[in-house]
C-alpha cells in the first residue's frame, strides 16, 4: 500500500499547506494595520485577529512540513517559498483599502472559515480535527466581530453603507475560489479529511445572507469569478506581500532569530 | 482661603501617611494639571510607541518573531487605553486628550521619533527602551494617585515580560553570525544615549521634580533612576558581548556605580521641540488613522443611536 499512502499523504499536505496559506497571508495582510486602526479598541482587535490567524496557521505549517517528510520548517514554508508556491486564495491578498474593504474581506473569509473549522473537527486526520477543534472558538468570535461591523457600516451612515457595499461588490469576484474543488480536494474529502465543500458553501451563503439583510446591503450578483491561487497563480500584489514578509530572513539564509 | 489652605493639609498629609488619592478626594488645581499632563503623556507615548515597533511586524524574521512582536504592540495599544481612562478620572475625556496628541500640543516619549531601521532595533527597544521604561513605571506602581497607580502595576508585568523578549531578541543575533552581531550592535549604538535621555534632564535642570516628589508623584529622581538603569544594563550587555557605546564608562569601585560620559543635550532638545528623525511622519501617521477612520466611528455612532431608538420604540 506504499503507492497509495504516498498520494494520500501528498494530498494532505497541499490541502493543509492550502489551509495555512490562506491564514498566514490574511495574517500578514492584518498586521499591516497595526498601529494605523480607525480606534484604539479596534487596533487592538485586529492585532487580534492577524494574530490568531497566525497561531493557527503555524500550528498547520508545522504539521504540512511533518506530512511532506522532507524536514522543512514553519519558518521554511513561510519564508522560503516562491510566489508561484503558495497556495492561499487571492481574496487574501488583497490590499486592506478602507477600513470597509478590510472587514468584508475578514467577513467573507470569517463566514466559511468557521463551518469549515466546525466540520474539520470530525476530521479523519487527528492532527488536524485538533487544530481544527483550538481554532473554532476564534473564529466564532471573529465572525461574530466582523459581522457586527458589516451591520454597522450598512446600517450606520450614508458613507458607511456605500463603503461597504463598494467592498462587497469589488471583494465578490474573489469569493468562489473558497469553495473550488479539485483532485486534492475530491481525494481528501472521500478519506473523510475534509468536510463535503458544498455544505460550507450553504452555511457560508446562508450566514451572508442573513447578515447582509440586517446591514440592508446588497449581496452582489455571482458574475465572474476569480480563480488560481490555489494553484498559485496570484495577483500581482503576492510578489510584493512576500518580498516584504521575507527579506530579511532570506537575506541572512539558515541562521537562528 | 483659610478653607483651601485646610484642604491642602488634609491632602498633604494623606499622602504622607501613603494614602492614595482618589478621583472624588479633593486636590490642588495644580497636582491635577500635573497628573493630567503626565498620565497623558504617558499614554501617548504608549500609543506612539506602536508605530516604530509595529514597523516592524510584516517583517519579522520568523513566524515566532513575529508572533510575540504581534503580541506585544497589542499590549502598548492596551497600556494606552487603561491609562487614557486614567486621564478620564480626572475629568478629561479621551477625544480631547487625543486632540491635544494630534494637534501637537501634548508631548509625548521623544525616544518613538528615533526610527527602527533594522530587525535588531526591535531587541534593541524591548531591552533599552521598555527597560528604561520600567524604570520609571516601577517607581509609578506607588504613586499617589490611586487609578495611575493600579494602572502601573498591570502595565509593568506586561514591560517586564517585553524586556526579556527584546533582550533575548538582541542574546540572539549576539551570538548568532557576524552580520547578526553587527546589527545588534549598531543598534545598541543607535539607541543607547536615546535611552538614557529618556530618563529626563538631570535633577539639576528638572524644574518640576521638586513638587512631584513632594506629592509622591514620583519618588526617585530622574538621576537616581538614570543610574540604576546604567548599572545594570552595562552587565546585561557584558553577558552577551555587546559593548555600550561609552569610551567613558568605567566602574567605580568607591561609589559602586559606573561612571559614564554626557548626554547630548542639544540632541535631546533638538527632538523634543520636534526635530527628531522621525517627529513629523509620527505625528502624521496618528492623523492619518484618526482621520481615515472618522467615518468609521461616526458609522459606530449612528448604529448604536439607531439601535437605540428602535429598542426604545
Given at each position: 500500500m506504499i503507492v497509495p499512502n504516498t498520494m494520500e499523504q501528498s494530498a494532505l499536505f497541499t490541502y493543509t499547506l492550502r489551509l495555512a496559506d490562506d491564514l498566514l497571508i490574511l495574517s500578514q495582510r492584518l498586521g499591516e494595520w497595526c498601529g494605523h486602526g480607525p480606534i484604539l479598541e479596534e487596533d487592538i482587535a485586529l492585532t487580534n485577529r492577524a494574530l490568531d490567524h497566525l497561531g493557527e496557521a503555524r500550528n498547520l505549517l508545522t504539521y504540512a512540513g511533518q506530512v511532506e517528510?522532507?524536514?522543512?520548517?514553519e519558518d521554511d514554508l513561510a519564508y522560503l517559498r516562491m510566489e508561484r508556491q503558495f497556495t492561499n486564495v487571492k481574496l487574501m491578498e488583497?490590499?486592506?483599502?478602507d477600513y470597509a474593504h478590510t472587514m468584508v474581506r475578514s467577513f467573507l473569509f470569517d463566514a466559511y472559515h468557521l463551518p469549515l473549522m466546525q466540520a474539520l473537527?470530525?476530521?479523519?486526520?487527528e492532527q488536524l480535527a485538533a487544530i481544527a477543534g483550538k481554532a473554532v472558538k476564534e473564529a466564532t468570535y471573529h465572525l461574530r466581530a466582523s459581522s457586527e461591523w458589516i451591520i454597522r457600516f450598512g446600517d450606520g451612515t450614508e458613507e458607511s453603507h456605500q463603503r461597504a457595499q463598494a467592498a462587497l461588490d469589488n471583494l465578490w469576484?474573489?469569493?468562489g475560489e473558497l469553495f473550488e474543488s479539485d483532485a486534492v480536494l475530491e481525494e481528501m474529502t472521500k478519506a473523510g479529511v475534509a468536510p463535503e465543500i458544498a455544505a460550507i458553501k450553504a452555511n457560508w451563503s446562508k450566514t451572508v445572507d442573513q447578515v447582509l439583510a440586517e446591514a440592508t446591503l446588497k449581496r452582489p450578483a455571482d458574475g465572474f469569478m476569480m480563480t488560481g491561487g490555489r494553484k498559485?497563480?496570484?495577483?500581482?500584489h503576492m510578489g510584493f506581500i512576500l518580498a516584504e514578509m521575507q527579506h530579511v530572513t532570506r537575506a541572512y539564509p539558515g541562521v537562528a532569530w | 482661603m483659610t478653607d483651601v489652605k485646610n484642604l491642602e493639609d488634609i491632602f498633604q498629609a494623606k499622602i504622607d501617611a501613603e494614602q492614595k488619592i482618589e478621583p472624588k478626594d479633593w486636590m490642588p488645581d495644580a497636582y491635577r494639571k500635573n497628573l493630567i499632563r503626565q498620565i497623558s503623556q504617558h499614554a501617548h507615548s504608549e500609543v506612539v510607541g506602536m508605530l516604530p515597533e509595529g514597523n516592524w511586524i510584516t517583517r519579522a524574521p520568523s513566524l515566532k518573531r513575529k508572533a510575540i512582536l504581534l503580541a506585544k504592540v497589542q499590549d502598548e495599544a492596551g497600556h494606552g487605553l487603561y491609562l487614557y481612562s486614567a486621564v478620564e478620572t480626572?475629568?478629561?475625556s479621551r477625544e480631547q486628550t487625543i486632540d491635544d496628541l494630534l494637534s501637537g500640543k501634548a508631548k509625548y516619549s521623544s525616544?518613538?521619533?528615533?526610527?527602527?531601521?533594522?530587525?535588531?532595533d526591535i531587541g534593541a527597544i524591548g531591552w533599552l527602551v521598555d527597560g528604561a521604561a520600567i524604570m520609571n513605571q516601577v517607581m509609578l506602581c506607588r504613586t499617589s494617585y490611586g487609578p495611575y497607580a493600579r494602572a502601573m502595576v498591570r502595565i509593568c508585568k506586561e514591560e517586564s515580560f517585553h524586556q526579556r523578549q527584546g533582550y533575548e531578541i538582541m542574546a540572539v543575533l549576539a551570538k548568532g553570525t557576524p552580520g547578526q552581531k553587527e546589527m545588534a550592535q549598531d543598534a545598541l549604538n543607535r539607541w543607547w544615549w536615546p535611552s538614557l535621555m529618556?530618563?529626563?534632564?538631570?535633577d539639576a535642570n528638572s524644574p518640576h521634580s521638586a513638587q512631584s516628589m513632594k506629592w509622591k508623584i514620583?519618588?526617585?529622581?530622574n538621576d537616581e533612576l538614570r543610574q540604576i538603569f546604567i548599572d545594570r544594563t552595562v552587565q546585561q550587555a557584558e553577558v552577551i558581548g555587546l559593548t555600550i557605546p561609552?569610551?567613558?564608562l568605567k566602574w567605580n569601585e568607591e561609589t559602586k556605580h559606573y561612571d559614564w560620559g554626557t548626554i547630548d543635550w542639544t540632541e535631546f532638545n533638538n527632538v523634543v521641540a520636534g526635530?527628531?528623525?522621525?517627529n513629523k511622519e509620527r505625528l502624521a501617521a496618528r492623523n492619518k488613522a484618526h482621520n481615515e477612520g472618522a467615518w468609521v466611528r461616526e458609522a459606530a455612532v449612528a448604529y448604536a443611536a439607531k439601535k437605540a431608538k428602535r429598542k426604545a420604540a
Amino acid at each position: 500500500m506504499i503507492v497509495p499512502n504516498t498520494m494520500e499523504q501528498s494530498a494532505l499536505f497541499t490541502y493543509t499547506l492550502r489551509l495555512a496559506d490562506d491564514l498566514l497571508i490574511l495574517s500578514q495582510r492584518l498586521g499591516e494595520w497595526c498601529g494605523h486602526g480607525p480606534i484604539l479598541e479596534e487596533d487592538i482587535a485586529l492585532t487580534n485577529r492577524a494574530l490568531d490567524h497566525l497561531g493557527e496557521a503555524r500550528n498547520l505549517l508545522t504539521y504540512a512540513g511533518q506530512v511532506e517528510g522532507k524536514g522543512r520548517s514553519e519558518d521554511d514554508l513561510a519564508y522560503l517559498r516562491m510566489e508561484r508556491q503558495f497556495t492561499n486564495v487571492k481574496l487574501m491578498e488583497q490590499p486592506n483599502g478602507d477600513y470597509a474593504h478590510t472587514m468584508v474581506r475578514s467577513f467573507l473569509f470569517d463566514a466559511y472559515h468557521l463551518p469549515l473549522m466546525q466540520a474539520l473537527q470530525k476530521s479523519t486526520d487527528e492532527q488536524l480535527a485538533a487544530i481544527a477543534g483550538k481554532a473554532v472558538k476564534e473564529a466564532t468570535y471573529h465572525l461574530r466581530a466582523s459581522s457586527e461591523w458589516i451591520i454597522r457600516f450598512g446600517d450606520g451612515t450614508e458613507e458607511s453603507h456605500q463603503r461597504a457595499q463598494a467592498a462587497l461588490d469589488n471583494l465578490w469576484t474573489y469569493t468562489g475560489e473558497l469553495f473550488e474543488s479539485d483532485a486534492v480536494l475530491e481525494e481528501m474529502t472521500k478519506a473523510g479529511v475534509a468536510p463535503e465543500i458544498a455544505a460550507i458553501k450553504a452555511n457560508w451563503s446562508k450566514t451572508v445572507d442573513q447578515v447582509l439583510a440586517e446591514a440592508t446591503l446588497k449581496r452582489p450578483a455571482d458574475g465572474f469569478m476569480m480563480t488560481g491561487g490555489r494553484k498559485g497563480l496570484h495577483s500581482e500584489h503576492m510578489g510584493f506581500i512576500l518580498a516584504e514578509m521575507q527579506h530579511v530572513t532570506r537575506a541572512y539564509p539558515g541562521v537562528a532569530w | 482661603m483659610t478653607d483651601v489652605k485646610n484642604l491642602e493639609d488634609i491632602f498633604q498629609a494623606k499622602i504622607d501617611a501613603e494614602q492614595k488619592i482618589e478621583p472624588k478626594d479633593w486636590m490642588p488645581d495644580a497636582y491635577r494639571k500635573n497628573l493630567i499632563r503626565q498620565i497623558s503623556q504617558h499614554a501617548h507615548s504608549e500609543v506612539v510607541g506602536m508605530l516604530p515597533e509595529g514597523n516592524w511586524i510584516t517583517r519579522a524574521p520568523s513566524l515566532k518573531r513575529k508572533a510575540i512582536l504581534l503580541a506585544k504592540v497589542q499590549d502598548e495599544a492596551g497600556h494606552g487605553l487603561y491609562l487614557y481612562s486614567a486621564v478620564e478620572t480626572m475629568g478629561v475625556s479621551r477625544e480631547q486628550t487625543i486632540d491635544d496628541l494630534l494637534s501637537g500640543k501634548a508631548k509625548y516619549s521623544s525616544i518613538f521619533n528615533y526610527p527602527t531601521l533594522t530587525w535588531a532595533d526591535i531587541g534593541a527597544i524591548g531591552w533599552l527602551v521598555d527597560g528604561a521604561a520600567i524604570m520609571n513605571q516601577v517607581m509609578l506602581c506607588r504613586t499617589s494617585y490611586g487609578p495611575y497607580a493600579r494602572a502601573m502595576v498591570r502595565i509593568c508585568k506586561e514591560e517586564s515580560f517585553h524586556q526579556r523578549q527584546g533582550y533575548e531578541i538582541m542574546a540572539v543575533l549576539a551570538k548568532g553570525t557576524p552580520g547578526q552581531k553587527e546589527m545588534a550592535q549598531d543598534a545598541l549604538n543607535r539607541w543607547w544615549w536615546p535611552s538614557l535621555m529618556m530618563f529626563g534632564p538631570t535633577d539639576a535642570n528638572s524644574p518640576h521634580s521638586a513638587q512631584s516628589m513632594k506629592w509622591k508623584i514620583k519618588r526617585q529622581s530622574n538621576d537616581e533612576l538614570r543610574q540604576i538603569f546604567i548599572d545594570r544594563t552595562v552587565q546585561q550587555a557584558e553577558v552577551i558581548g555587546l559593548t555600550i557605546p561609552d569610551p567613558d564608562l568605567k566602574w567605580n569601585e568607591e561609589t559602586k556605580h559606573y561612571d559614564w560620559g554626557t548626554i547630548d543635550w542639544t540632541e535631546f532638545n533638538n527632538v523634543v521641540a520636534g526635530n527628531g528623525p522621525c517627529n513629523k511622519e509620527r505625528l502624521a501617521a496618528r492623523n492619518k488613522a484618526h482621520n481615515e477612520g472618522a467615518w468609521v466611528r461616526e458609522a459606530a455612532v449612528a448604529y448604536a443611536a439607531k439601535k437605540a431608538k428602535r429598542k426604545a420604540a
